[in-house]
């Protein structure tokens, strides 16, 4: 079984460049209207965001599957400081295209975006 993890191997492969460009690509970003997510996750059924944004709760942020294993979501928030993880088939992650961390109550580390 293959696993739905996200990597830069894999994002390497579909987006058909190197690591700069893909770093380019993937991560947390502020765009007009809010901040986009967006992540590589090929052999993903499903991907979601769970943060500060939405209680946690993962159900509530599903990312859309786009052409390659790109998965992509936009939402308007504030100005303020948010932590996230990715939610990859059920499992917890931080996000690996976002150097911006910080060590969580479980012992794991939670993306950190901040918005302007």
Known sequence: MKS???SRKSASKIS???VKKV???FGVRQVKGGVEFRACCPEAGIVQVAGDFN???PQ???MR???GGVWKVKLPLSAGSYRYRLVVDGKWQHDP???ATELNPYGE???VVQVN
Do not use: A, F, I, V
Request: aromatic share 8%; proline share 4%; glycine share 8%.
């Open 4 to 6: 739905s993890k996200l």
């Open 16 to 18: 058909g460049t190197g």
């Open 23 to 25: 770093t380019e690509q």
């Open 55 to 57: 209680n946690w709760q």
């Open 60 to 62: 509530q942020t599903p």
């Open 65 to 67: 599957k786009l052409r």
């Open 97 to 99: 295209y976002n150097n």
């Open 109 to 111: 580390l939670n993306s």
